[in-house]
């Protein structure tokens, strides 16, 4: 009886000690990812030598990663429908290159922040992607050799980045340092809205910040059923004031003294619509305005088109075509990979470019893909425009076939 009497005892006790505790049965740790590789073909169709000299008709193979990572995700409900949120995303190198933790791809480099939401919204601190990227986000929907959206990103973005070191020049990005709000849907109208830490700015510590740069993005959507529309706005403000292109050399932008600030802005509207659950047609039309001084700028527009037909069953097939038109300003300085065709060596050439791609898929299981692509990107005689994979020279073309496969964890 006294050894029936102690066993019940003990297996209490263990009980107790294994039971979690009341709060963690309202929290909730979530650990996942994806690995995606790519191997391509690339070849370069230059029209000359590039600025170092060099003539860039390189042919070579290439194989390289696109936004591995891994996350870790919690939430904790504190009552009142209210919850406490994290996420730390990080870049898994499976290839063996070697990460670089100023570019984005340490710990947290990714999508990364702490914060609340509730019926109300969403509020929350950190390094993620701003408003106007994903507002682009559910129209672009796929990434193909080199990252498809990567050619139109550069060619209609000016060199977007995803890290924690942008250049102040580009949009569609991911910021770090930042102060963000997402609403929730009312009637199928979502808006969201962020903005900078004045040392988010490349370079810039709390000792330097006499121009009190900033950056705002906000986007408005709108979804039902097959419907998705969407218009996203990016301004940046003295943000890159002491490194990059700035400040804008005196001979370079044609003033007395150097330029170290200005106003940057980005507009972009899409909208995509689907079409009997397997045809999703879809498109982009943005215009964007950078101040090189006080009385010089340089604007340029562009637009992009996608189509992804569901074909049957795990077969799909996808396409994108993106052109931005001539570079315009009363400016010869170059910024990023803009030169305005109004004035200096580039007057009266075309400084525009298109980038388009096909890809087919076939979906493994709902977590594998592999694909077959090709991406092709083409500058006008004054512009250097690619696919990132080599370097450029006026009149590029570049082009890239090859093979990816994508796994989600």
Known sequence: MQKTV????????????AAPPVLAQTSTVQIGGSIHL?????????SGPNGAGNNDNVNHDNLHTSEP??????EENIGGGNAVWFQCTSTIDVLGAATNASAGDGLCGR??????????GNVFFGNWDNPHKLMVTPIRGWFGLNNAFAGAGRMLWNTPGSDVFNTGSSFSRRAARSVNYHSPTWGGFAFRAMYSAQNEATNLSASTLQSKPRMWSADVTYRSGPLYLGAGYERHKDFNPSSGVYPIAAATAGLASSYSGGTDDSWVF?????????????????RNEL?????????????????DWTIAG?????????????????????IGNLTSNDVGAQAGKGTGGKVYGIQYAYEFSKRSTGYLGYNRAKGDAGAKDGLG???VSLGTAQTVWGAGFRHRF
């Open 6 to 17: 102690m066993a019940v005892a003990v297996a209490g006790a263990l009980g107790a000690l």
């Open 38 to 46: 790519i191997y391509v073909q690339s070849r370069g169709k230059n």
């Open 69 to 74: 990572e891994m996350f870790v995700r919690g």
């Open 111 to 120: 999508n990364s922040a702490i914060g609340m939401k509730g019926s109300w």
């Open 270 to 286: 899409g909208a995509s619509y689907t079409f009997g659950g397997f045809l999703r047609l879809a498109g982009l039309y943005t």
């Open 291 to 307: 101040e090189v001084h006080n009385t010089g700028q340089l604007k340029h527009h562009g637009w992009w088109v996608l189509a």
């Open 314 to 334: 795990p077969h799909s097939l996808k396409a994108n075509y993106a052109r931005r038109g001539d570079v315009k300003g009363n400016v010869t300085a170059t």
């Open 389 to 391: 994979i080599s370097a």
